[in-house]
C-alpha cells in the first residue's frame, strides 16, 4: 500500500509539514507545489485517516501531498486532542511501540498536544501562518491543488462558476484546483470530468475506498515493516468504527471486505483491540465538549433550492452525535436550553433547516438512533419538513419519541417530548425514532436535500 522505505509515519508527516511551509515561503516553484489532501468538514475519524492514509502513500509520486485537516477554527495541539480524542487514540496505537529512534508519548493533554502541533496542519493553521506572513497586511490570493477523500464538493464554488475549482471556509484566499476525489457519499456534481482519479463508490468507510485505490495504483517496494504496520493500524480504525467492525451488513460493502484483506496481515495487534479501545474513545468524546462544540463536532452543512422560490436557497444544517437526546439535554441543563444551543447554533449559521441525528447503544447494547428537525422559519422551512416526512417518513420508520437510554426518569420535569415537538408557525419541529436504524446521515441528508428541490 505504500512505497516508503525509509519514512515512519511521524517522520513523514513532519516533512509534509515542512513542505507546506516552504510552498507558503515562495521557495518553491508551481510544479513543485504539494497537493493538499482534504477531507471533509465534519473531521470525523474517516475523514482525517482517510486524507492521512492518501498522502503517505501517495506522497511517492512527483509531488508531495500534505494531509489537511479540514477544522477552521481549532489550531493542532491540545484543542485538536480535546475534540478528536478517537483520532488521538488511533494515533496512538498506531505508533506503539515506537519506531526505533523515535519517541515514546502519551495521550495526555500537553504530550498529545505537542505530538498534534508538530505533526498536523489543520485549516484553522494554514489560516494564522497567512496571516502572520501577509505583506503590507494585505491578503493575497494563492492558487493550490488539492484531493478530496470523504467528500466531493468544496462548500465555495469559483467566482467564475469553473468545475472542481474553489475554497474552503476559513481559506478565502486559497483558490484549490480539485485534481482527485475518493469518497463514498452521493456525487454533488461539482467535480470537473475527466479527472484521472474520481472514485465515488458506495462502503462502509472511505478509508476502504483509499486503501483498496492505493493497493491498485502502488506496490509496496521494500517498505519497512514498522512504516507498514502503522499505516495500516492508522487505516483500519475507521473501517471497523464505520462498520461496527465489519457486523453492519447494511453499510459493509466489497470495498470494507478488500481493505480488511489488505491490512490485516500487516498488523500484529487484533483488529478486535484496536476496534474496542477506539470505540470507547469515541463514546466518550462528547463528556469534555460544550453543547454547541457537540453539535459542530460532526457538522455537515448543504444549500438547495425550491422551484416554488427560487430566489430563496436554504441553508440545511445536519448534527450528528454518538450520544442520547436526553443526555445532551441533562448536559445543557434542561430541554429547553438545548432548545436554545440548538437555534443559536443555526441562527448563527443562517439555517432554515437544522437537523440533529444521534446514533449510539443502550445498557442492554442495542443500537438506536433518533432524529430531531427544525424549521427555523416559517413557510418554505416548514413545507419542505413536511414534504419531508411525507416522502421519506415510512421508508426512515418514524415512530413516535421516548427515551430510549433508561436515564430520563431522573428528572421527571425534563418534558423532551413536548419542547421538543411543536406546531409553532415559524419554528415547527419533530423528534422522533427511526426504527429503520440502517439509514444514517449519508442516507437522510439525501432525502431532506431532495424534499426541498422537490417542493413545487
Not at 461539482?190 to 484521472?196: A, E, I, T, V
Amino acid at each position: 500500500m505504500a512505497n516508503h522505505p525509509e519514512q515512519t509515519l511521524f517522520r513523514y508527516l513532519k516533512s509534509a509539514l515542512q513542505t507546506h511551509r516552504r510552498f507558503l515561503s515562495g521557495a518553491l516553484t508551481r510544479a513543485e507545489a504539494p497537493v493538499y489532501v482534504i477531507g471533509n468538514p465534519s473531521a470525523d475519524l474517516d475523514s482525517i485517516i482517510s486524507a492521512v492514509i492518501y498522502s503517505y502513500s501517495a506522497n511517492n509520486t512527483d509531488r508531495h501531498h500534505v494531509p489537511l485537516i479540514n477544522l477552521p477554527t481549532v489550531p493542532s495541539g491540545p484543542e485538536l486532542r480535546r475534540l478528536r480524542p478517537e483520532f488521538v487514540k488511533a494515533l496512538w496505537l498506531s505508533t506503539h511501540p515506537p519506531a526505533q529512534g523515535e519517541q515514546s508519548w502519551e495521550e495526555t493533554p500537553e504530550l498529545a498536544g505537542a505530538t498534534l502541533r508538530d505533526h498536523f496542519l489543520t485549516v484553522a493553521d494554514f489560516a494564522a501562518y497567512l496571516k502572520k506572513s501577509a505583506k503590507d497586511g494585505k491578503d493575497h490570493q494563492i492558487s493550490a491543488d488539492a484531493v478530496l477523500v470523504d467528500w466531493n464538493a468544496l462548500p465555495i464554488g469559483a467566482s467564475n462558476g469553473q468545475k472542481g475549482q474553489g475554497s474552503l471556509d476559513g481559506l478565502p484566499t486559497v483558490d484549490f484546483n480539485v485534481i482527485g476525489c475518493i469518497d463514498h457519499h452521493q456525487d454533488d456534481g461539482f467535480l470537473r470530468p475527466g479527472l484521472d482519479l474520481h472514485i465515488i463508490e458506495k462502503s462502509g468507510s472511505c478509508a476502504s475506498l483509499v486503501t483498496v485505490t492505493l493497493n491498485n495504483r502502488t506496490k509496496s517496494e521494500g517498505a519497512k515493516q514498522t512504516a507498514e504496520e502503522q499505516i495500516a493500524s492508522l487505516a483500519v480504525t475507521p473501517i471497523l468504527i464505520d462498520t461496527a467492525n465489519m457486523t453492519a451488513k447494511d453499510k459493509v460493502t466489497q470495498f470494507d471486505h478488500q481493505a480488511i484483506d489488505i491490512l490485516a496481515p500487516k498488523l500484529s495487534k487484533e483488529t478486535a483491540d484496536l476496534y474496542a479501545q477506539v470505540l470507547e474513545a469515541k463514546q466518550n468524546s462528547l463528556d469534555l465538549l460544550t453543547v454547541d462544540e457537540i453539535l459542530d463536532r460532526d457538522y455537515k452543512q448543504w444549500t438547495e433550492t425550491s422551484p416554488r422560490q427560487p430566489e430563496a436557497p436554504l441553508n440545511i444544517g445536519f448534527c450528528s452525535m454518538v450520544k442520547s437526546i436526553p443526555w445532551v439535554v441533562r448536559k445543557a441543563g434542561s430541554p429547553q436550553d438545548f432548545l436554545d444551543a440548538v437555534y443559536e447554533f443555526a441562527a448563527e449559521r443562517e439555517l432554515g433547516i437544522v437537523v440533529v441525528m444521534t446514533a449510539f447503544n443502550t445498557s442492554d447494547d442495542q443500537f438506536h438512533r433518533e432524529l430531531l428537525v427544525c424549521a427555523l422559519d416559517g413557510g418554505l422551512a416548514v413545507d419542505a419538513l413536511q414534504n419531508f416526512v411525507e416522502q421519506s417518513g415510512s421508508q426512515l420508520g418514524l415512530e413516535e419519541w421516548s427515551s430510549l437510554d433508561g436515564e430520563d426518569g431522573r428528572d421527571p420535569s425534563q418534558d423532551i417530548k413536548g419542547t421538543l415537538n411543536s406546531d409553532d408557525t415559524n419554528k415547527w419541529r419533530r423528534i422522533w425514532i427511526p426504527t429503520d436504524v440502517t439509514k444514517s446521515r449519508k442516507q437522510v441528508a439525501p432525502m431532506m436535500r431532495s424534499a426541498i428541490t422537490s417542493l413545487k
